[in-house]
């Protein structure tokens, strides 16, 4: 994390602002819990007319409730991981390379620690990818977060309603929380509907604000299903193509090969493996179960770019967080 970050979220302001955004897990926590009581008391237990249909009802809520929230839970509280410290430029090499008089000084500086690291990916210009506020090189597939204030391992995107990255720890999580969820929607719509057809007729049994409970859980179980059922698939189909959020806007640029989309693609199974793993008994289960460290990941032409996994690249230049880094940036820089 840059300093700048780190004294920001010391300020009252990043105080502030670090409190503000947990309200939409709070939100979302808000809703979960309403729809419980809403399931639960007011169409099981008041309104059922069948005890046992009720028991059953209830038997299925609870368990795609409990692996809903597992994975929710999951993938707000996993760390978005620490890159380690030989991917970190000293503080006196950093001022070096803004001290030096050429783009040539300043490349020379950064592949005395890049040529050592299994990096693959490159910037528009052909550059190893480095971050000025962490002052690290970018493993591959690694961006800086803003919103984090740090680089991230294999960055999906940062999403607000987890409060948290998608990143190479929690991506499994963050896909079942969303099947889950819409697991969950459709369950309580399927289980409600018969009860919103008997509202609308004027026959449901429940009275008073029960009746608007059911209403709207059937209303808010569809709405939210729909606008998951989209984001849910879209994130299937990254898994099995391999990509990233942040790859399908912009491909990754590899050494060899150029800016390409498919360079992490491996097949469909072996991409889905390298996120949920390779033992069935773990891929629906909010637990780690990914290949890899998030650092080094396996390529389609791993064999014709052995040599800049070994570390041995041609050329570098030092990069923003943007992963693009105009030629007079250099020269602008220097007091």
Same mark, same amino acid.
């Given at each position: ?6 004294r ?10 670090a ?15 309403w ?15 069948n ?9 299925f !809520?609870?368990l ?10 999951r ?6 991981g620490?890159?380690?410290?030989q ?8 001022s070096r ?10 490349k020379?500086?950064l ?10 990916n490159?910037?528009?210009?052909? /550059? ?10 970018k ?8 919103v984090?204030?740090?680089c ?14 998608v990143?190479f !720890? ?13 697991? !969950? ?20 049994n ?9 209403l ?10 729909i /606008?998951?059922?989209s ?6 189909y990254?898994v099995?193509?391999?990509r990233?959020?942040l790859e /399908?806007?912009?491909a ?9 989309k498919?360079? !992490?693609?491996?097949?469909?199974y ?7 793993g ?5 891929w ?27 570390g ?7 990069e ?16």
């Amino acid at each position: 994390m840059g300093n700048e970050d780190h004294r920001r979220r010391k300020t009252p302001c990043g105080f502030c602002m670090a409190v503000f955004k947990w309200i939409p897990v709070l939100f979302i926590t808000a809703v979960i819990a309403w729809s419980y009581y809403a399931y639960v008391v007011e169409l099981c237990i008041r309104n059922s007319q069948n005890r046992i249909g009720m028991i059953f009802m209830l038997l299925f !809520y609870h368990l795609f409730l409990t692996l809903f929230m597992w994975s929710y839970w999951r993938t707000i509280m996993t760390s978005v991981g620490r890159i380690p410290d030989q991917w970190r430029i000293p503080d006196e090499e950093v001022s070096r390379l803004f001290r030096a008089d050429s783009p040539d000084t300043q490349k020379r500086i950064l592949n005395n620690f890049a040529r050592d690291l299994p990096v693959t990916n490159r910037t528009m210009n052909g /550059s190893v990818r480095f971050c000025e506020k962490c002052k690290i090189i970018k493993p591959d597939r690694a961006h800086h977060c803003s919103v984090c204030s740090c680089c991230v391992l294999k960055m999906d995107h940062h999403c607000p309603w987890v409060n948290n990255c998608v990143n190479f !720890y929690n991506y499994k999580y963050f896909v079942l929380f969303l099947g889950y969820a819409l697991v !969950y929607c459709l369950y309580v719509a399927f289980t409600s509907l018969h009860d919103f057809v008997e509202f609308w007729k004027g026959q449901l049994n429940a009275s008073g604000m029960g009746r608007f409970h059911i209403l709207f859980l059937f209303f808010i179980a569809i709405m939210f299903a729909i /606008s998951l059922v989209s984001l849910f698939g879209y994130h299937i189909y990254l898994v099995l193509v391999n990509r990233t959020t942040l790859e /399908s806007f912009r491909a990754p640029i590899f050494r060899v090969g150029g800016p390409d989309k498919n360079g !992490y693609n491996l097949g469909r199974y072996a991409n889905f493996c390298e996120v949920f793993g390779d033992d069935w008994q773990y891929w629906f289960l909010p637990v780690f179960s990914s290949f890899g460290d998030g650092k080094t990941f396996p390529i389609r032409h791993m064999e014709e770019d052995t040599e800049s996994l070994l570390g041995y690249h041609s050329d570098t230049r030092i990069e923003l967080e943007e992963d693009y880094l105009p030629e007079p940036r250099f020269q602008d820089s220097i007091p």
